[in-house]
DNA sequence: CGGGATGTGCCGGTCGGCGATATATGTAGA
DNA sequence: TCTACATATATCGCCGACCGGCACATCCCG
């Protein structure tokens, strides 16, 4: 799973959402920097709703404006706590290794 | 950056390593979960020099066997250590959304 | 009436990961 | 000895995901 899809699957965790509020939703999880095209959307979606890891909640007509409304749904969100444990794993480990080699920047003598 | 890149600059973190010892320090990392390829590789390999993320440390023969070993930049450790905060931040979005949805499966009525 | 925000959707290009394949040496066992 | 496996590096082509661009439609504001 890649970033713009985790994001997705993060915008939608807390409750259903819209395409357009979707882009917007990801924008500001991310604090403005990753600006999700439309094209990268709904591909995603399409792949997402393949894979039953979200689906359809609501088709509604709002303002004369057609919008479909996506939610996440159970095994969505077993995919969802498990991709961001595992990235916490790899970002803690990264971090650790980090530290080591920033406390010992080379070696120099044996037993020193 | 995807997984596959970001778990090798993790493996490269602690210490320089060459590209066989990185797909098993990857696997390690990863739990055996992650298998890397030789085409992603030195694919990403490639990648990475060009980006100045990574350069070579030593060029070696050791037991017959040429043996290319590969460090992290300063700039590998700054866009690494960047990467890992993101990933957490997100990682810890993700979750906190994902309990705030499964502590009010749903709302049936106004202020209850 | 024009422009910007809201809203959904497709298409083609690009880039990264992956499987397959090739080459070469050292080591262990039948 | 011959065979198989681990070590070690490298290339190629396919495919899937992301992305920029475009199209279409409605609503609101000036």
């Known amino acids: ?3 713009p899809t985790l994001l997705l699957l993060t915008a939608l965790a807390d409750a259903p ?3 357009y509020a979707l882009i917007q939703e990801v924008s500001a999880i991310s604090d403005g920097r990753v600006k ?3 094209g990268t959307l709904y591909g995603a979606l399409d792949r997402l709703l393949q894979q039953g890891l979200i689906e359809v909640a609501a088709e509604e007509v709002v303002d004369g404006r057609a919008r479909r409304s996506y939610a996440l749904t159970d ?3 077993g995919a969802l706590a498990a991709e961001a444990e595992r990235l916490r794993a790899v970002a803690t ?3 650790r ?3 080591v080699s ?3 920047p080379r070696v120099r003598g044996a037993f020193a």
Chains 1, 2 share one sequence.
Do not use: K, N, P
Request: proline share 0%; no cysteine; aromatic share 0%.
């Open 93 to 95: 480990e990264a971090e």
């Open 102 to 104: 920033v406390a010992r």
């Open 75 to 77: 095994a969505g969100r």
């Open 17 to 19: 959402r819209h395409g």
């Open 97 to 99: 290794r980090l530290s």
């Open 36 to 38: 999700m095209r439309t």
């Open 1 to 3: 799973m890649q970033e």
